[in-house]
């Protein structure tokens, strides 16, 4: 198994528990992917992702599994804000990935304006047609272009770094089509997406501690269930065996490792790099995505100014407004009363984000700190001061993004069908896009297709001692 990250772990644990013995070999000196943690003033914060989306089950279902259901943290209520190119304003209750629930709501007005409100109301007029292919065509038609410029965009561009015109919603919003079918509008499938209730915040949740502290009990779970976890092993090729199913050689840096079946979780460029010459380079489609630079800029300050959460839990910056070039603002310490509590009184963390798509250029290192604290000044209508600044860090995603353009879907099932009888299995982002349910639920589909695969071409459990790929510490086949 190629990659630690979250996919590659949550497949390598059910793949263990069913008998195999998983090797997971990832090149950082880390597991987890983009869950991981720095320190930043003192506190030990998510420097990747740091919360999880509650409609997608997946990332719940494995955090009660490894027992860690008592920790999982709500965000405070006090919701996000949206700056457009009208101003700014909360982002309204009820709404997925930005499509408004009730078009005619008082605060979903405040940010469209009355005559987009008017648009956004035909959309319980129109018919409903075959699915667009991308998410911008489908809100553009059906609800007009302030909802999709002032709302929409903003939350996109917030969690896929990408334009909703190019955006694939077989991968990012597969519930969608159904579920507007079945209401007859995009209100009505955004109402029963997000839950009838919309209380702000609600759509997030994460772990007291910070979401990083999900990734050494995924990594222990998989310990005790018989796998294998090795870090700061760089794969280098792929050689299959002599025939389309007798196994592979795994090169690596620290030596050559024989496999049955290889299950790669990386990101989308390396994949394609390592995909070997008998899969059809015309079947590679899904790997060809583009991938969006993010820079994340963490500030933790000393300012009571910002004890009143000005913004609430942060604010998202539509493409069209005026002004900063962060995207996005989470005001961390306001969004998560756990980690107020660990800061102190008076000390915020602000977590911005740059990087809106494939090909942008971004600032550099020594620029984005002050960069970062100008643009947060102007977010939050409070000038802030170098000098209250006790810590800054900068992380760069430069290949964590894939954007799933129209047609990946099927793409992915492509890839796979011609991977599966190769001995290959491919799984992460690159083919479930970008969040982590999506993430998990695709990789432990894929393994539980694996795990039925290698039963009913009779290869059981493999055993501690026999087989090729023992050795000095491997343990018979590895998945």
Known sequence: MLGAGLAG??????????????????????????????????????????????????????IDELGLTDRVRQPSPVGAWVRHAGGAAPLPALAFLGIPGRPFAADVRRVIGLPGALRAGADRLLPVRGPDRSLGALVRTRMGRRVL??????????????????????????ALPAALAEAGSLAGAARQLRGAGGRPGSAVASLEGGLHTLVPALVAAVTAAGGTVRTGVRVTGLTGLSGLT???????????????????????????????????????????????????VTLVLDDERLDAAPRGTGILVARRARGPGAKALTHATAKWPWLARAAGPGRH??????????????????????????????????????????????????????????GHAAAVAALRAAAAPAGLTVVGSAMAGTGLGAVIADARGQAAALIASLTAAGCGQFNATGGPGAGPGRAGWSA
Not at 37 to 54: I, M, N, P, R, W
Not at 268 to 284: G, K, N, S
């Open 9 to 62: 772990l949550s497949a390598a644990l059910d793949l263990a528990r069913a008998g195999l013995r998983p090797l997971v070999l990832e090149a950082a000196a880390r597991a987890g992917g983009v869950v991981c943690a720095h320190t930043v003033g003192g506190l030990d914060l998510d420097a990747g992702a740091e919360s999880f989306a509650v409609a997608r089950p997946a990332t719940a279902a494995l």
């Open 149 to 174: 410029e002032r709302l929409v965009e903003p939350v996109a561009g917030g969690v896929y770094a990408a334009d909703p015109d190019v955006l694939d919603i077989a991968t990012v919003a597969p």
């Open 246 to 296: 007798d196994g592979w050689q795994v090169h690596t840096d620290a030596g050559t490792v024989p496999a049955r079946h290889v299950l790669l979780a990386l990101p989308a460029p390396v994949t394609r790099e390592l995909m070997p010459d008998r899969i059809d380079h015309a079947l590679t489609a899904a790997l060809d995505q583009p991938v969006a630079p993010v820079a994340l």
């Open 349 to 406: 963390v602000l977590r911005l984000s740059y990087g809106r798509g494939a090909g942008e250029v971004l600032p550099g290192d020594a620029e984005l700190p002050a960069l970062a604290l100008a643009d947060a000044g102007e977010l939050l209508g409070v000038p802030l001061r170098p000098g209250d600044v006790v810590g800054t860090a900068v992380v760069r995603w430069d290949s964590a993004l894939p954007v799933p353009r129209p």
